[in-house]
């Protein structure tokens, strides 16, 4: 690749990114949102253990915290939270995840938070500020810790009044299993709303209702629009004429539609086929649209794998390009002039953006690390399709290894990692992911796979899942692995699989029904008894398998048969698995059992668990360690010795 490049084993290289710098990456922005002159954002920092703070920007530049120490703007309703505060004409309102109040104010110096909401085990998020009766329109989630079996979690809207006591807001809506994205028209006098009931979840079928507000502030005349149990409606909300927008996949892509109160009407006229305009939504108040004036709507989307921004003109239809080669996040907002969006790019860390909609221009405003990386060093993704099962093919970015200093030895291959992202109905991106290049700098290939079930590719790819998981996604990643072995890009000696979540369990998976394909797993909170998850998991997903796999107890030995634990006895390579003491979508007791049967198989074990940790690491000390603890475990499988100092790790068996 370089003249002058020394030969050293691949998983050798020193490196420049040290697990130090990845969890510096780790401070994670989100939440963009605009109030007056002023751009909020939240910035979860894993050097204050995870605590997520809300910042903002004034028109001058300044930067302000405000929520201080002792306040964690984060929400627990469907345990991945998300919208959890509200900027109202510079006043704040924010879910403390340490209650699951709801406060208001954040100013250190001047408006110490004070709780609008009681102890009353009640969860809110996703607030819609109702100006014209003083209040917040929220999702409340109710547990009651005297209920025990089977009781689920209540969940309905309320409207929260805010003269200046504390309430659990009356109810305005319920009945449904599941409630989102509450939006109040511009004159205050309609709610358009997203519901769904068991066992859809939001990206299989939700459905999209809109009422007229009565002077008590009740609803009435709910009409519903759009949406059922096969039709997912995403980001419901009102142009500045008071018109409802939406996103439906009702076409197999999701696209932007817009309702003159009997009909509903696409908005784009030159969008291309394959692209997608919505999300899963795995968490509240996430938005692919937003209105910048009356005449012109900022998008996001993907195609092919890759996340873009556009404007589209409202009376043409017509979609133009924004500032090429960012790829967006989850969040989007805009004024008149400009859009505000989380984005990255294949080279560079998220930032929170301002992009100027007359030139195109981009300003970062808060970047997502601060650490600084030679361009040099940095493996550009691949996008490619590849053959898999049934005569499909399947999509994942690739990554090379790289360094300007270091090449692997003559005719040697690298080892190759393939990634299973969680969810599953996610996918992963192009956007630059410092703990990728973490490995690519030390000599590794890396597979990051978006499997058959993932999102992006429209609603057939994402439905290939239904009542296949452990087996589409297994395959895929199998094949993904097989076919850069083909090509002559990885050594079939040394692949590797990992993942988190559900990502875990597809690597698992993979050990137990692919058994020699791979010579070493890492499992994060990984899922290893699928039965075990249908008894204890949390509201949102306790239905999630009835499409993934199949209802249960009905089809019970439908989950025993790809559940990983009960076939260990395949099981023919090492594995190490790292945990979250409080994870309650995955609780540790999967992997403490994970980590038992492999000892008694007499493989080569490791098993990390973290106090603290829930679903997801959060602290900067628990990624430093995971991370470390994962290449000291490649080490030492496959003999050689990583160029870092890294604190030993215990491994039976070896």
Same mark, same amino acid.
């Given at each position: 690749?370089?003249?002058?490049?020394?030969?050293?084993?691949?998983?050798?290289?020193?490196?420049?990114?040290?697990?130090?710098?990845?969890?510096?990456?780790?401070?994670?922005?989100?939440?963009?949102?605009?109030?007056?002159?002023?751009?909020?954002?939240?910035?979860?920092?894993?050097?204050?253990?995870?605590?997520?703070?809300?910042?903002?920007?004034?028109?001058?530049?300044?930067?302000?915290?405000?929520?201080?120490?002792?306040?964690?703007?984060?929400?627990?309703?469907?345990?991945?939270?998300?919208?959890?505060?509200?900027?109202?004409?510079?006043?704040?309102?924010?879910?403390?995840?340490?209650?699951?109040?709801?406060?208001?104010?954040?100013?250190?110096?001047?408006?110490?938070?004070?709780?609008?909401?009681?102890?009353?085990?009640?969860?809110?998020?996703?607030?819609?500020?109702?100006?014209?009766?003083?209040?917040?329109?929220?999702?409340?989630?109710?547990?009651?810790?005297?209920?025990?079996?089977?009781?689920?979690?209540?969940?309905?809207?309320?409207?929260?009044?805010?003269?200046?006591?504390?309430?659990?807001?009356?109810?305005?809506?319920?009945?449904?299993?599941?409630?989102?994205?509450?939006?109040?028209?511009?004159?205050?006098?309609?709610?358009?709303?997203?519901?769904?009931?068991?066992?859809?979840?939001?990206?299989?079928?939700?459905?999209?209702?809109?009422?007229?507000?009565?002077?008590?502030?009740?609803?009435?005349?709910?009409?519903?629009?759009?949406?059922?149990?096969?039709?997912?409606?995403?980001?419901?909300?009102?142009?500045?004429?008071?018109?409802?927008?939406?996103?439906?996949?009702?076409?197999?892509?999701? *696209?932007?539609?817009?309702?003159?109160?009997?009909?509903?009407?696409?908005?784009?006229?030159?969008?291309?086929?394959?692209?997608?305009?919505?999300?899963?939504?795995?968490?509240?108040?996430?938005?692919?649209?937003?209105?910048?004036?009356?005449?012109?709507?900022?998008?996001?989307?993907?195609?092919?794998?890759?996340?873009?921004?556009?404007?589209?003109?409202?009376?043409?239809?017509?979609?133009?390009?924004?500032?090429?080669?960012?790829?967006?996040?989850?969040?989007?907002?805009?004024?008149?002039?400009?859009?505000?969006?989380?984005?990255?790019?294949?080279?560079?860390?998220?930032?929170?953006?301002?992009?100027?909609?007359?030139?195109?221009?981009?300003?970062?405003?808060?970047?997502?690390?601060?650490?600084?990386?030679?361009?040099?060093?940095?493996?550009?993704?691949?996008?490619?399709?590849?053959?898999?099962?049934?005569?499909?093919?399947?999509?994942?970015?690739?990554?090379?290894?790289?360094?300007?200093?270091?090449?692997?030895?003559?005719?040697?291959?690298?080892?190759?990692?393939?990634?299973?992202?969680?969810?599953?109905?996610?996918?992963?991106?192009?956007?630059?992911?410092?703990?990728?290049?973490?490995?690519?700098?030390?000599?590794?290939?890396?597979?990051?796979?978006?499997?058959?079930?993932?999102?992006?590719?429209?609603?057939?790819?994402?439905?290939?899942?239904?009542?296949?998981?452990?087996?589409?996604?297994?395959?895929?990643?199998?094949?993904?692995?097989?076919?850069?072995?083909?090509?002559? *890009?990885?050594?079939?000696?040394?692949?590797?699989?990992?993942?988190?979540?559900?990502?875990?369990?597809?690597?698992?998976?993979?050990?137990?029904?692919?058994?020699?394909?791979?010579?070493?797993?890492?499992?994060?909170?990984?899922?290893?008894?699928?039965?075990?998850?249908?008894?204890?998991?949390?509201?949102?997903?306790?239905?999630?398998?009835?499409?993934?796999?199949?209802?249960?107890?009905?089809?019970?030995?439908?989950?025993?048969?790809?559940?990983?634990?009960?076939?260990?006895?395949?099981?023919?390579?090492?594995?190490?698995?790292?945990?979250?003491?409080?994870?309650?979508?995955?609780?540790?007791?999967?992997?403490?059992?994970?980590?038992?049967?492999?000892?008694?198989?007499?493989?080569?074990?490791?098993?990390?668990?973290?106090?603290?940790?829930?679903?997801?690491?959060?602290?900067?000390?628990?990624?430093?360690?995971?991370?470390?603890?994962?290449?000291?475990?490649?080490?030492?499988?496959?003999?050689?010795?990583?160029?870092?100092?890294?604190?030993?790790?215990?491994?039976?068996?070896?």
């Amino acid at each position: 690749m370089y003249s002058c490049q020394v030969q050293r084993p691949y998983g050798t290289w020193p490196s420049p990114i040290s697990a130090e710098a990845v969890a510096a990456q780790g401070v994670r922005l989100g939440s963009v949102t605009v109030d007056g002159d002023d751009v909020y954002w939240l910035e979860r920092r894993p050097n204050e253990g995870g605590r997520s703070v809300l910042v903002r920007r004034r028109a001058d530049g300044r930067h302000e915290e405000l929520t201080p120490q002792g306040f964690n703007v984060r929400t627990r309703v469907h345990e991945y939270g998300g919208g959890a505060y509200i900027v109202a004409g510079g006043q704040i309102y924010f879910t403390n995840f340490q209650d699951q109040r709801v406060y208001s104010g954040g100013s250190k110096e001047q408006d110490p938070p004070h709780a609008i909401t009681p102890a009353n085990n009640g969860f809110y998020a996703d607030f819609a500020y109702d100006s014209k009766r003083n209040r917040l329109i929220a999702v409340r989630e109710n547990h009651d810790p005297a209920k025990a079996g089977h009781y689920e979690a209540e969940t309905a809207l309320v409207a929260i009044p805010l003269d200046g006591g504390e309430s659990a807001g009356a109810v305005i809506a319920s009945g449904y299993d599941f409630y989102s994205t509450p939006r109040i028209s511009p004159d205050g006098t309609r709610l358009a709303w997203l519901s769904w009931r068991h066992p859809q979840m939001p990206w299989d079928g939700t459905e999209l209702w809109a009422a007229d507000i009565d002077a008590s502030g009740a609803l009435s005349g709910s009409t519903r629009v759009a949406g059922g149990p096969s039709e997912s409606i995403y980001q419901p909300g009102w142009s500045p004429d008071g018109t409802l927008y939406f996103v439906s996949d009702r076409d197999g892509w999701w *696209k932007l539609y817009r309702w003159d109160g009997t009909l509903s009407h696409t908005v784009m006229t030159n969008a291309a086929p394959d692209a997608e305009f919505g999300r899963p939504q795995w968490i509240f108040e996430t938005a692919t649209w937003a209105f910048a004036g009356g005449s012109h709507i900022v998008v996001s989307y993907t195609s092919s794998g890759r996340w873009h921004l556009g404007v589209v003109n409202v009376a043409s239809g017509v979609m133009t390009s924004l500032a090429p080669g960012l790829e967006p996040r989850e969040w989007l907002t805009a004024t008149v002039t400009h859009a505000f969006v989380v984005a990255g790019s294949a080279r560079t860390s998220d930032a929170v953006m301002q992009i100027d909609l007359n030139t195109g221009d981009a300003e970062p405003l808060k970047t997502a690390s601060q650490v600084e990386i030679d361009p040099i060093f940095i493996s550009e993704p691949e996008a490619i399709e590849f053959p898999t099962g049934s005569g499909l093919t399947a999509h994942a970015f690739i990554y090379p290894p790289r360094h300007p200093e270091y090449t692997g030895m003559p005719g040697d291959r690298p080892p190759l990692i393939v990634i299973s992202h969680g969810g599953p109905t996610t996918a992963t991106t192009a956007r630059f992911d410092v703990a990728i290049q973490y490995w690519t700098t030390r000599g590794f290939a890396v597979a990051d796979v978006n499997y058959g079930g993932s999102s992006g590719y429209g609603r057939p790819y994402r439905e290939r899942l239904n009542g296949q998981w452990g087996i589409v996604d297994v395959e895929d990643a199998v094949n993904a692995a097989r076919h850069l072995v083909a090509q002559g *890009k990885a050594d079939p000696e040394r692949l590797i699989i990992r993942g988190g979540s559900a990502g875990g369990y597809t690597a698992l998976a993979a050990l137990v029904f692919h058994p020699g394909v791979f010579k070493a797993a890492a499992s994060y909170y990984g899922i290893s008894d699928i039965e075990v998850l249908a008894h204890d998991t949390h509201k949102f997903e306790s239905r999630y398998l009835d499409t993934l796999i199949g209802p249960y107890p009905e089809a019970r030995e439908l989950y025993r048969a790809r559940s990983p634990i009960h076939f260990v006895d395949r099981l023919s390579c090492a594995l190490i698995l790292l945990q979250g003491l409080e994870d309650k979508v995955v609780p540790p007791n999967q992997s403490e059992m994970m980590a038992d049967a492999v000892r008694r198989k007499g493989l080569p074990v490791a098993y990390l668990s973290f106090e603290g940790e829930q679903h997801g690491f959060r602290k900067a000390a628990t990624i430093i360690r995971s991370l470390e603890a994962e290449l000291y475990f490649y080490g030492a499988v496959f003999g050689f010795t990583p160029a870092d100092t890294i604190e030993p790790l215990p491994i039976d068996n070896l």
